[in-house]
């Protein structure tokens, strides 16, 4: 067990809606990361927090967003959800806004039907 | 192109085989070179990591970079069958040191 929590475990929804996923990073962990992992693109970076600014973004789509609140936990918002974005949401966390060694949380499995 | 190519596999071995997992990058600002272990239905772990071009080991793993031929290797020796995992290669540098690219991942299956 990382210490990383993610909830829901599994979202089902339909095209067009909006969901939220969250994240509460390791006890003293002040950033967190979201990633996308599908079976065609991969383990994708989407963007990083830390201590509540955005700090690095990476291929994250504009009906994307994600904010970090002063718990430091984390919500990603996916908005007029397609079918292609059925993947699993990772959220990882860190100490220093510069570690490679990210610790991951188990993932939310969304599925758009 | 992707900056990080990684074979998927799959990958079937027996029990106590060699294995060895490959990544190519085209990114020369990469200085980290790490491995993710990724068992089913649970997020990435941490395996290994290596700066810049050498060999690093620890245990049955062994991981080499060669920056000048842009290739990693992981090499697991007496393979078990709690290997059996998604391994990911992940790389990072240049200006932000907390965004990981990683390659596609190779699932491998070690069976008795």
């Known amino acids: 067990d990382s210490g990383v929590t993610q909830t829901p475990k599994h979202l089902i929804t339909a095209t067009g809606q909006r969901v939220t996923l969250r994240c509460s990073p390791r006890?003293?962990?002040?950033?967190v990361y979201w990633y996308q992992q599908s079976l065609d693109q991969g383990l994708q970076f989407l963007i990083q927090?830390?201590?509540?600014?955005?700090?690095a973004k990476g291929n994250i789509l504009e009906r994307f967003s994600a904010q970090q609140f002063p718990d430091l936990h984390s919500e990603l918002n996916l908005s007029s959800l397609e079918l292609g974005d059925s993947a699993l949401y990772f959220c990882?966390?860190?100490?220093?806004?510069?570690?490679?060694?990210?610790?991951f949380g188990p993932g939310t499995r969304l599925t758009v039907t | 192109q992707k900056e990080v190519e990684q074979d998927p596999g799959p990958l079937s071995v027996p029990e106590g085989a060699i294995v060895s997992l490959n990544c190519t990058y085209s990114?020369?600002?990469?200085?980290?070179f790490m491995w993710y272990r990724q068992y089913s239905r649970k997020g990435p772990e941490l395996l290994m990591y290596?700066?810049?071009?050498g060999n690093k080991e620890d245990g049955r793993f062994t991981a080499q970079v060669d920056k000048s031929s842009k290739y990693i290797s992981l090499f697991i020796r007496d393979s078990q069958p709690s290997d059996s995992a998604t391994y990911l290669c992940?790389?990072?540098?240049?200006?932000?040191?907390?965004?990981?690219?990683f390659g596609q991942g190779t699932i491998l299956t070690v069976h008795p």
């Open positions: 927090y830390y201590n509540g600014e955005e700090r």
């Open positions: 992940a790389m990072v540098g240049g200006t932000s040191y907390g965004k990981l690219t």
């Open positions: 990882a966390s860190t100490i220093d806004p510069d570690s490679y060694e990210q610790y």
């Open positions: 006890s003293g962990d002040l950033s």
């Open positions: 990114n020369s600002a990469f200085q980290y």
């Open positions: 290596t700066y810049s071009s």
